[in-house]
């Protein structure tokens, strides 16, 4: 076996500088670890006091003491396992290089690689590589700006799980995925200066909610957002049944509701139409609690989002509640031309809010225009004027817009707007409710959407993260 005699601290020497340039992430792939399995060809491992060995194949070392146990010559810790390869642990791929962190008992497995070859990782895990480039790119910004914009645990900049983001090495890497980081190679959002604060989640369900009412924090970019375009994302709508004996039982052993439940009711929404409060009566007497607390002990895997109603009546004019369809998919796409377009007039409804819905419906309105009216309802007479001019001059929605376009849209969605608020009472409760995820930041199903409809990855971003900026960051 060959050996290369270089000292520890020259190794580091070399590693730091390196690190300098290179911009390395450190990623936590397993805390406290007794045992790990590493294999590869052509690696080497260097420890302090010790020369670094070649090896190839397969090794498994143990925590024992101060030393990793296993191979020819203990090792001690912290050791340092590097490649020109790709170095596999516990049957994981990882570029970079594999530190194992700790000094007695147990060590940390920590990846430390190329912030390029790291967001690559979570680019594959977080989104399909089939989706479209402006999508994978905007994914790409907000994974690179995430994990720029703070350390999350401890030394380590993020773990290798959903609680920071997904990374599984080099699994799943591919050209879609390489082109999108190579293409916004060093570009993050930034806020006064800094790397934003950004979140991203599964699917909003129509609307993003805003940092203030998820987390009790003001963050001006970090506000709720009606999708402009209807996601259709597998979750996009969902529905979770449950006996009341089930729900008054989960809510005890939360510590929420001690008696036995008769009705629940939502009882506060936030401006994008998620439950804040709910109100619980039964035989402990009446109780408000916080609906987030109420999916938490429903189970958040079951109660995918707070964006829902105990029942699917409420909004059936629209057909928002009676398919499984996401929130704007009885709305249809813009006319493409000035066609005229033929409205039975007869089955408008009276308030001038149902009335927009039902001229979008009708393809008097774009989505476009909708969106950018909800929420205004001091201008709703005047859009329900100019509806009525469009349908009159026999025209649809390629007449001029109501008004310009606005780059930021702040309004009640119609998600929000169209839920009931109906109590649930009876031996079951089913929950139907749109959406997955805690709801800030960018809904990755929507920026699919919104890709495929011709937005680019900066026009995404701008709207769901308003007033930062694309910058580039020396890469
Ligand atoms: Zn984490």
């Avoid at 190794?11 to 390196?18: I, M």
């Avoid at 260097?46 to 090896?55: D, I, L, V």
Wanted: glycine fraction near 10%; include cysteine.
């Amino acid at each position: 076996m060959k050996r290369v005699f270089i000292t520890a601290a020259a190794l580091l020497l070399l590693f730091s500088a390196r690190s300098a340039e290179a911009r390395d992430i450190s990623v936590l792939i397993k805390q406290n670890a007794q045992q790990c399995t590493v294999s590869g060809t052509s690696y080497y491992i260097t420890a302090p006091g010790a020369a670094a060995s070649e090896r190839s194949g397969q090794l498994t070392l143990s925590a024992n003491g101060s030393m990793l146990a296993g191979a020819n010559t203990p090792y001690s810790l912290p050791a340092e396992i590097t490649s020109k390869n790709p170095i596999t642990v516990n049957g994981r791929t990882y570029r970079g290089r594999i530190l194992l962190d700790g000094s007695s008992g147990s060590f940390n497995i920590v990846n430390i690689v190329d912030i390029n070859d790291y967001i690559k990782g979570v680019l594959a895990d977080e989104m399909s590589p089939a989706w479209p480039a402006e999508a994978l790119k905007a994914q790409a910004v907000l994974a690179r700006t995430y994990v720029l914009e703070g350390k999350r645990h401890g030394k380590y900049d993020a773990c290798a799980a959903i609680h920071c983001q997904s990374y599984s090495g080099v699994k799943g890497e591919s050209p879609a995925v390489d082109a999108a980081v190579d293409s916004t190679a060093g570009e993050i959002l930034k806020y006064g200066g800094m790397p934003a604060r950004v979140h991203y989640f599964a699917d909003s369900g129509g609307c993003t909610a805003s940092a203030m009412s998820v987390w009790h924090k003001d963050v001006p970019y970090l506000r709720a957002k009606p999708d402009p375009v209807p996601a259709s994302g597998p979750r996009s709508r969902w529905q979770a049944t449950f006996t009341m004996s089930k729900i008054s039982s989960s809510l005890a052993a939360a510590g929420l509701y001690s008696g036995s439940v008769n009705s629940l009711r939502p009882a506060e929404r936030d401006e994008s139409g998620r439950v804040k409060k709910i109100e619980i009566t039964g035989s402990a007497g009446s109780r408000v609690i916080e609906a987030a607390k109420f999916r938490l002990a429903l189970g958040a895997d079951l109660v995918k989002s707070t964006l829902f109603e105990f029942s699917a009546t409420g909004g059936t004019s629209q057909g928002y509640n009676t398919a499984s369809q996401p929130v704007y998919s009885s709305l249809p796409p813009a006319p493409q031309n000035n066609r005229p377009v033929i409205v039975d007039v007869s089955t408008m409804p009276e308030k001038d809010e149902d009335i927009l819905y039902w001229m979008a419906q009708n393809k008097i309105f774009t989505l476009q225009e909708l969106v950018s009216m909800i929420g205004k309802n001091k201008e709703y007479p005047k859009y329900v004027a100019e509806g009525k001019r469009r349908i009159a001059a026999g025209k649809g929605a390629q007449q001029k817009p109501v008004q310009p376009q606005p780059a930021v849209q702040q309004n009640l969605p119609p998600a929000g707007a169209r839920l009931s608020d109906s109590a649930a009472s009876g031996s079951s409760v089913t929950i139907y409710g749109r959406g997955l995820g805690h709801g800030v930041g960018m809904p990755q199903w929507t920026a699919k959407a919104l890709a495929e409809s011709g937005w680019d990855y900066r026009r995404i971003l701008d709207y769901y993260f308003t007033g930062t900026t694309l910058e580039k960051v020396g890469s």
